[in-house]
């Protein structure tokens, strides 16, 4: 398969469901407009992050890459003076951080440039662009948030719901206002507890990923609506606590979620140390992005819960990404490898786009 190009006619449509756009336009200051070279280029010479130059997302690299719909972050974490991961200060700070990524948002929509799905119908406009031909279309995005940190009360999430939020992952990294986050511990607190009520009550989707394995139990027991895990690969390959183990999978699959399998290098082979080892001669390609797909395959006996949450620019770039992955555009040479594994045209169609679409028709009540 080695320099094989997908023609943009045979690309199959994408669902990526999760991609921190915002967080690179505000934060990295990238132009989604601009294509992955130019953003690449505006980048010489800087070294406030490890990942610049070396981006792998921009719009033009998602329209290339038939990724029509995605599922579009806000991010904003609180942290105590001198802990050891950056964030705000205060929960109305963050709040006011993820409103300014909303307006960038909102001011791309109304640019053109993007879509944002809120309900049944903006989906099935949303899938009627993209059934046609060309790539032209805007970015169709459901908008969610990492880490609930900035929501300072309940009154929040129900603004942040009117302005077009519908998936919350509670947790993030470490401890969290609400939920205790990758590398600790905890069951839900009373305030974890009024989050995922109130969420409920508004028809939102409890997004698991980040959850600490007492609050993903926890929150599963108590969380009565729809459930996904936007990124998130499996512990069985790579022993982490931020992976799901095979009964955290199985019970996501009781549940009808989606899982969407990431393509953070370190989430994909063991022993990855950042910084130091490098996709190339750690062997990391979508093959092992594959691996993880087809494990949660093989423990659902199906292939309808397994999907793409890339992460891309998720505060890395090419350094800690499969290899053979340029821009993001090269998701179009994951049918050809599952293909290869025996999947059928249906099994790659549910991957690539199919399950994610079913699960926001289900959830969004599209007749
Ligand atoms: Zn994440």
Redesign the pocket.
Known sequence: MNGMTVSKENSILCFDA?LDISMNAMEWNRDQRWVVERIRESENGMHDKPDRRRNTVSFPALREGRIGLVVATQIARVVRPGGPLPGWHSQEQAWAHTRGQLEWYRTMVAAGEMKMITDGVSLRESLKLWSQPGGDHPICFLLSL?GADSLVSIKHLEKAHQSGLRAV?PA?YGEGVYANGTDSSGRLGNRGMELIRAMEDLGMILDV??LNDDAFWHALDLYGGSVWAS?NNCRSLVSHNRQLSDEMITELIRRQAVIGV?MDAWMLVPGWIRGTSDPVSRNVTLETFADHIDHICQLAGNSLHAGIGS?LD?GYGKEQSPHDLDTIADIQNIPAILNSRGYNEEDINNIMHRNFIRFLERHLQVS
């Open positions: 999760h990492e992952g993030h990923t980040h990124h990431a992460d998720g």
